[in-house]
């Protein structure tokens, strides 16, 4: 079940009691935690979130980190999946004014193996 938080905004600290107040910051951060079972048998686990800062005018950054476990997944019918340990995203995303500023930067990787016919293992990496 994926949950959001949006924590209250910090003061901008350093500012002068006379001066035009300065941007608030938002804490942003979006957690998920969901298990996928498969009718024949195993599961996949993701976790992880999305967390950052963000200004009034909606500028700052986000980080992604995930982790994807697979358990013994059987959904293809004669093999089994287990990540070996896991497999991973994490990545970045620079905001503008509401607005993905830049292309996010996002690298996915890690192992898993297979059992059925034949059996092997399997690196996986990609950076976007």
Known sequence: MASARLLS???NHGQRDNGPAGPSHTQVSA????????????HIDVN???TGTLDDTGTGALSLQVTETINGW????GYTVDGAPHLSAAGTISVLNGQQSSAATVSFGGLFTWTGNGSGTCNV???M
């Not at 957690?31 to 195993?42: E, K, L, N, Y």
């Not at 059987?74 to 019918?77: D, I, P, R």
């Open 9 to 11: 905004p910090t003061p």
């Open 31 to 42: 957690q998920v935690s969901h298990r996928t079972d498969c009718a024949i048998g195993g």
């Open 48 to 50: 992880g979130g999305l």
């Open 74 to 77: 059987q959904c293809a019918t």
């Open 125 to 127: 990496e990609l950076t």
